[in-house]
């Protein structure tokens, strides 16, 4: 019952978002701040996860298909369908519901603790569309965070695939180049849209609506973090059996 | 002036506002006492819109808030300052921005011209030169001063404040009271203080208005305090010994 409630609450806050619009002079400062926030600041965590898990992949799947069996360029091949397809739309989007999606529910909350919301709607300020929207349009550029992830994913593994002397250079350009299909990228940067829809709009809604004090607002940024990372792997689960099933 | 009649709210079927009717004056700085869990809060946020009441009437100079469409409670919002208990200023902000964020949402003026603005109202809170402190840079009294500011900025014609002195000492606490009462005057606003703080009910009291679970037990001015006989009012504004020894003089006089 409660689940229930909470998704109609979701919802109503979803169009609350789109009345009562903020100035656009504030609302162009608000964006850029939340893209910093949100984008630009999330750069050193998403290059570094990317490279050192892409290398990791490709090292698994080497010791995981030698012999004379496989041809060389598999390990290429095979690290370029897991970052593209796996890896950086969906597990970097997790990543990034324990360091986005926290840091929104907790700044959304703190604001709630403090007043600083009833002092927004007391203006007559629309403190959803306020709070809200400008971090959606924020994370618009996320799917250019993605392709960040995915190219330093497979640079890592070629980097560790070839210095670990599993494989040759030109047989894991081979195998990034064999069999590619377009739209796989496609797939990948739709997921990324609708999760990046998920990362503003989940835990805002989780900072937005906590009650209590400093206590709850940890407690909002846990279950906002499971919220999430829920929503993305149902998503995701989704999204890949209407695209690619 | 505010007009209030018969007005309602339950929380869970639990009454917490029982039928309050009552007028705040312009010009006038009114009062709302009353013990924890009275409904004084609930009272101020009905006012101010923040809840939604079930019953009765809240009208604004001749204008019910009920019957006004979303443009027209926009527009009253607009003429509402508020200074919240915890001054509720923007941490993301310095204080000259959080003063001038009233000013950036609701008008289309010059940079410069905000910025005088936002000047003189800080000046006129004797907080010049700190316009580029951050409210956590700030002491106690500096926030309430700074939330003072950010409330008439605009011009308003309303001025809500919930327990603007809690937190403070005593000393810092009569300049907020006396603050407040000073705006109030000089710009003819209708001004609404909930407080707990018998010193601020001695101090501006012009109008006093006593809550008691939900109802208005009794309203007058300091002066009539002291005389009254209404007992919740006497147990609860002469609760410390200070204030007994306090009427009695009064009453020798």
């Not at chain 1, 064999?178 to 377009?182: A, K, L, Q, W």
């Given at each position: 019952m409660n689940f229930l409630h909470n998704i109609g609450l979701y919802i109503i806050m979803l169009q609350k978002m789109l009345h009562k619009p903020t100035k656009w002079k504030v609302m162009k400062e608000l964006i850029l701040k939340d893209t910093e926030d949100t984008v630009v600041n999330s750069l050193g965590i998403i290059s570094f996860v990317s490279f050192f898990i892409g290398g990791v992949i490709t090292i698994q799947l080497a010791l995981s298909t030698t012999g004379s069996f496989y041809p060389d360029y598999l390990v290429g091949y095979a690290t370029r369908e897991t970052i593209i397809l796996e890896f950086a739309p969906t597990i970097i989007s997790i990543i990034m519901a324990g360091k986005v999606g926290s840091f929104i529910t907790s700044s959304i909350g703190s604001m709630r603790v403090t007043e600083q919301i009833d002092a927004l709607e007391v203006m007559g300020i629309n403190s959803i569309n306020y709070l809200v929207f400008p971090k959606v349009i924020a994370l618009l550029l996320y799917p250019f965070l993605i392709s960040i992830a995915m190219f330093l994913g497979i640079l890592g593994g070629m980097i560790a695939c070839v210095y670990g002397g599993y494989s040759t250079m030109s047989a894991f350009i081979e195998g990034i180049q064999?069999?590619?299909?377009?739209f796989h990228m496609t797939y990948a940067f739709i997921k990324s849209f609708v999760f990046a829809f998920i990362l503003a709009t989940v835990p805002s809604f989780h900072g937005y609506y906590m009650k209590g004090g400093a206590l709850e607002v940890g407690k909002a940024s846990t279950k906002s973090f499971i919220w999430t990372s829920v929503s993305i792997v149902v998503f995701n689960f989704l999204i890949t059996q209407m695209l690619l099933g | 002036m505010i007009s209030i009649k018969n007005l309602k709210k339950s929380f869970n079927n639990k009454p917490v506002l029982k039928g309050i009717s009552c007028e705040f004056e312009k010009g006038k700085t009114s009062l709302i006492i009353g013990q924890t869990g009275s409904g004084k809060t609930v009272f101020l946020k009905c006012l101010l819109g923040l809840h939604k009441h079930d019953e009765g009437k809240i009208i604004f100079d001749d204008k019910d808030v009920q019957s006004m469409n979303e443009n027209q409670k926009m527009e009253l919002k607009s003429s509402i300052g508020t200074v919240f208990q915890g001054s509720?200023?923007?941490?993301?902000?310095n204080i000259e921005e959080n003063v001038m964020f009233p000013l950036k949402m609701f008008n289309d003026l010059p940079f410069d011209e905000m910025l005088d603005r936002v000047n003189l109202v800080l000046k006129r809170v004797e907080l010049?030169?700190?316009?580029?402190?951050?409210p956590s840079e700030a002491s106690g009294g500096m926030q309430k001063r700074v939330a003072i500011a950010r409330a008439i900025v605009n011009n308003p014609n309303y001025l809500f404040c919930d327990e603007?002195?809690?937190?403070?000492?005593p000393k810092t606490a009569i300049v907020i009271d006396n603050l407040i009462k000073e705006i109030t005057e000089e710009r003819n606003i209708t001004t609404i203080i909930n407080s707990h703080d018998m010193n601020s009910v001695m101090e501006i009291g012009e109008k006093i208005i006593f809550l008691k679970n939900g109802v208005l037990e009794w309203e007058g001015s300091k002066k009539n305090i002291f005389k009254t006989e209404n007992q919740a009012v006497t147990d609860f504004v002469y609760s410390s010994n200070l204030y007994k020894k306090v009427k009695q003089m009064y009453l020798k006089k």
């Open positions: 064999t069999d590619f299909i377009p | 509720a200023l923007f941490d993301s902000m010049e030169n700190s316009n580029k402190k951050m603007p002195n809690s937190g403070l000492d």
